[in-house]
Structure formats: C-alpha cells, structure tokens
C-alpha cells in the first residue's frame, strides 16, 4: 500500500508565498508522474501542475509564473513553491502520483489527503 503526505499548507496573505511538500511512502517500485490538484469550496477539482520523472513540468495557466513544481526522486517527493499568491489561489491542494508498486504492477493513481491553502488579509 502507498501512502501520499502533504504538508506546508496555511494561512498566508495576499502577495505571500507559501511551499507545499508531498512524500510518497510504502511499497513503491518506481513513480511516474506527480502533480498538484486545488479543489476550491463549490468548485470542481483542477490540476495546478504536474512533473514527469525527467522532470518536464505543465502548469495552468491561472498559475504561470507563480508556481514552481519540482521533484525528488530520492526522496519520493514533489513539491509546489507558490509565490505571489491571491485570494483566489485558496483552496485545498492534493498530490497524486502515478506509482508502479513492482516491475510486474501497473500504475496506478495515487492521492493524498489534501493540505488547506488560504489567501487572506
């Protein structure tokens, strides 16, 4: 079984920066691609960015410029440094990653449980 755990979310104001972690645990042969979603309250689940294991990163457009995703494939982890953030950049933010548990396994997708963002004065 694989386990996601993000970290590094909080309260922060407008114009702020925050980085977010996520670290990948269990029983991991090799991982794919790795992302960041944001679900904001009463809105549909949207990706943030996402990095493949040579690391060739795509961002939404929303957040050009203003997020980086980067990895650590030693470390299982990916992370999300969010810089310049605005009141709408609020909401809760999931990793996911594509892991392949042994050279025989498919991947599969797995998430964590989500770290809360919020972009206030």
């Known amino acids: 079984q694989v386990h996601l755990v993000e970290s590094g979310g909080g309260l922060v104001q407008p114009g702020g920066s925050l980085r977010l972690s996520c670290v990948a645990s269990g029983s991991i042969w090799n991982i794919d691609v790795m992302a960041w979603y944001r679900q904001a309250p009463g809105k549909e689940r949207e990706l943030v960015a996402a990095i493949s294991s040579d690391r060739s990163s795509k961002y939404a457009d929303s957040v050009k410029g203003r997020f980086t995703i980067s990895r650590d494939n030693a470390k299982k982890s990916v992370y999300l440094q969010m810089n310049s953030l605005k009141p709408e950049d609020t909401a809760v933010y999931y990793c996911?990653?594509?892991?392949?548990?042994?050279?025989?396994?498919?991947?599969?997708?797995?998430w964590g449980q989500g770290t809360l963002v919020t972009v206030s004065s």
């Open positions: 996911n990653a594509n892991i392949k548990s042994s050279i025989s396994a498919p991947y599969y997708l797995a």
